[in-house]
């Protein structure tokens, strides 16, 4: 199982702004390691969407943002729109299993 | 464009092997780390195993022992070589290029270009 641990759906009318939690522990997180975001629209690969905690790629709307604060990040999306729709994973490091960790996915819904 | 091409996913039976290959194009192939990433039918993304640009390989715990990373860079090309399989290897198996920012160490990789996937189907 995921050491990141993500709401399993949230949902938003248009328009609306919705948070996507990722709380991890000392070993991953915590320790210090980034916190980078994936969003994987229905029956596509992931596409980058956040690294480093806060920065957008170039192409991803501003309406996107990132934050980091102890053992846990946030992923925001203010304006919600009908693209939107798509599973969304936090991704970062854990030094106890020396290797990189996915959240458990977050299914975010436009009502 | 950056492009990475997945392919060599199929059928295998329990304790079979099979040979994934990821052909990348677009970027300088051996300046990158790269890894293989999966994802089990209608479940999360789970990392399998990274490359990186010095030569020297990880792998996750689930597939250590059973699995190996390689990479040709005359041929832009990463591969992952799979024995033992397993009814839980079944996955969609994605190629993905890392980027790190200000030079950091591997734990801040990220994975800025992924490849559409292979499907791997472990079943007798």
């Known amino acids: 199982q995921s050491v990141l641990t993500q709401p399993p759906s949230v949902s938003g009318a248009p328009g609306q702004r919705v948070t996507i939690s990722c709380t991890g522990s000392?070993?991953?997180?915590?320790?210090?390691?980034?916190v980078h975001w994936y969003q994987q629209l229905p029956g596509t690969a992931p596409k980058l969407l956040m690294y480093?905690?806060?920065n957008r790629p170039s192409g991803v709307p501003d309406r996107f943002s990132g934050s980091k604060s102890g053992t846990s990040a946030s992923l925001a999306i203010t304006g919600l729109q009908a693209e939107d729709e798509a599973d969304y994973y936090c991704q970062s490091y854990d030094s106890s299993l020396s290797g990189y960790v996915f959240g458990t996915g977050t299914k975010v819904t436009v009502l | 464009e950056v492009q990475l091409l997945e392919s060599g996913g199929g059928l295998v039976q329990p304790g079979g092997s099979l040979r994934l290959s990821c052909a990348a194009s677009g970027f300088t192939f051996s300046s990158y780390a790269m890894s293989w990433v999966r994802q089990a039918p209608g479940k999360g993304l789970e990392w399998v195993s990274t490359?990186?640009?010095?030569?020297?390989?990880y792998y996750a715990d689930s597939v250590k022992g059973r699995f190996t990373i390689s990479r040709d860079n005359s041929k832009n090309t990463l591969y992952l070589q799979m024995n033992s399989l397993r009814a839980e290897d079944t996955a969609l198996y994605y190629c993905a290029k890392h980027m790190v920012q200000g030079g950091k160490p591997r734990p801040y990789y990220y994975m800025d270009v992924w490849g559409k996937g292979t499907t791997v189907t472990v079943s007798s």
């Open positions: 000392s070993s991953n997180i915590g320790a210090g390691y980034d």
């Open positions: 490359f990186t640009s010095g030569g020297n390989t």
């Open positions: 480093v905690n806060t």
